[in-house]
C-alpha cells in the first residue's frame, strides 16, 4: 500500500481547473508526500502529457485523479436559471459530457500510475480491476458511509473521506436535487463512522491546513490527510491571481451550485448571493454555460464574478513554497501529537 511507505502522511489533493500543476505534485511528492494530478477538464492527451511532465521530474510514486461521468440533466431543468443569468452576462453553451471518460481509463492502464483517486462517483468492479491488473490502487472520494460500502464493494484499496469543510465540489456520488435538505457530514464524524465501519484505510481530506489539523486526524484513525486548499497559495500551483488575493481576506465559505450546478465550496461573493438560492443542480452543463462570464472575471481582476473554492480553514494558507509546506507541516504534526501525549499521561 502506498500509504504505508510515505515519509509524511500528506496526500495532495487533486485541484482541476487550473491550480493543480506537475510542479505542484512533484514538490509535494519530493518533500515525502503524495502527489496527485489533476485530470477534470483535459483531455486524454493534455493527461498523458502532464503525466509525462511529472516523470520527468520525479522518480517517486504520484496519483492521479479522474471525475466519475453522471447522467445528462434534462434541458428543461436549468432553462430558467440560465435564462436568469443571460439577463446580465455572457453565457457558453450548456453541454453534458463524461470529461474523456473512457480515454483518461485506457490511458491509466496502458500507462499506470501508482494510485488513480476518483471523484463524483466510484468505478465499477470491473473497471477497478483493470486498474488493479495494470498496477494501480483505486482511491476513492467518499462523503458518507453508503458511498463508503459502495466502494469497499467495488474493490477500492483506500477511501478519502471529504468533510463539508473542504472546499471546491463535493465528491459526492450523486448530487441531491437543490431543494434536498440533506446536511453533509463534517470530516470528524465522517472518519470516526468510516473507521468504525471498514476496515480500508481512510485518508481524511477537509478543512486541513496545520499540524493540529493532521495530528487530529491521526488520532481519529486515519492514516493520512489530502490537503488542497493548504497548498493554493504554494508558487507551484497554478492558483489565478484573483483567487490568490481573495484566499488572504477573512470572507467566510459557502456552498453553492451557483457556478457549475453542483454543491461546491467557495468564498462568498456577490454571484454566490444573488444567485445560490436559485441554482439547480445540472452538472456540467452549468459549468459550461458559466465558463465564459467566469473567465471574463478573471481577466478584469473581479473576484465577485468569478468562483473562489476554498476550505473553510482557508485563512491559514501561507505563501511557502510546496516542499517547505510539507516538511513545515509535518514538523507541527510531529509537535502536536507529542503535545497531546503529554497531556494524556499528565491527565492520567
Not at 453522471?70 to 457558453?92: F, N, Q, V
Request: aromatic share 6%.
Amino acid at each position: 500500500m502506498i500509504i504505508d511507505h510515505l515519509d509524511v502522511p500528506i496526500a495532495l489533493a487533486p485541484m482541476a481547473g487550473g491550480p493543480s500543476t506537475p510542479e505542484l505534485a512533484v514538490a509535494v511528492t519530493e518533500a515525502g508526500g503524495f502527489g496527485q494530478l489533476a485530470t477534470g477538464y483535459l483531455s486524454a492527451t493534455d493527461t498523458a502529457a502532464r503525466i509525462a511532465a511529472t516523470r520527468a521530474a520525479t522518480d517517486k510514486p504520484f496519483g492521479v485523479n479522474l471525475f466519475v461521468p453522471g447522467r445528462a440533466t434534462p434541458a428543461a431543468g436549468i432553462a430558467d436559471y440560465l435564462a436568469e443569468l443571460g439577463t446580465t452576462h455572457e453565457l457558453g453553451e450548456p453541454k453534458f459530457d463524461t470529461d474523456d471518460w473512457d480515454a483518461k481509463l485506457d490511458l491509466l492502464v496502458a500507462d499506470p500510475v501508482a494510485a488513480v483517486s476518483f471523484a463524483f462517483g466510484c468505478p465499477d468492479a470491473a473497471q477497478i480491476a483493470r486498474l488493479h491488473a495494470a498496477g494501480s490502487e483505486a482511491w476513492v472520494t467518499v462523503t458518507s458511509v453508503h458511498e463508503a460500502r459502495i466502494a469497499v464493494d467495488a474493490g477500492a484499496d483506500v477511501l478519502i473521506a471529504q468533510g463539508a469543510e473542504a472546499g471546491g465540489h463535493r465528491a459526492t456520488f450523486v448530487d441531491q436535487p437543490a431543494d434536498d435538505p440533506i446536511d453533509p457530514l463534517g470530516l470528524l464524524a465522517l472518519v470516526q463512522l468510516l473507521t468504525t465501519t471498514t476496515d480500508l484505510p481512510v485518508v481524511a481530506a477537509g478543512g486541513i491546513t496545520t499540524g493540529r489539523g493532521i495530528a487530529a486526524m491521526l488520532a481519529a484513525g486515519a492514516v493520512a490527510v489530502q490537503l488542497g486548499t493548504a497548498f493554493l497559495r504554494c508558487p507551484e500551483a497554478g492558483t489565478n491571481q484573483v483567487h490568490r488575493a481573495a484566499l488572504t481576506t477573512d470572507t467566510p465559505t459557502m456552498l453553492t451550485r451557483a457556478f457549475t450546478g453542483r454543491r461546491a465550496r467557495g468564498l462568498r461573493n456577490r454571484f454566490l448571493f444573488e444567485h445560490t438560492a436559485t441554482a439547480p443542480a445540472g452538472y456540467p452543463e452549468i459549468h459550461y454555460a458559466t465558463a465564459p462570464l467566469r473567465a471574463a472575471a478573471r481577466a478584469a481582476g473581479n473576484p465577485d464574478e468569478t468562483n473562489l473554492w476554498a476550505g473553510q480553514t482557508h485563512t491559514l494558507t501561507t505563501e511557502l513554497p510546496a516542499g517547505e509546506l510539507v516538511r513545515a507541516l509535518a514538523a507541527d504534526t510531529k509537535s502536536a501529537l507529542e503535545k497531546a501525549l503529554s497531556r494524556r499521561i499528565q491527565a492520567c
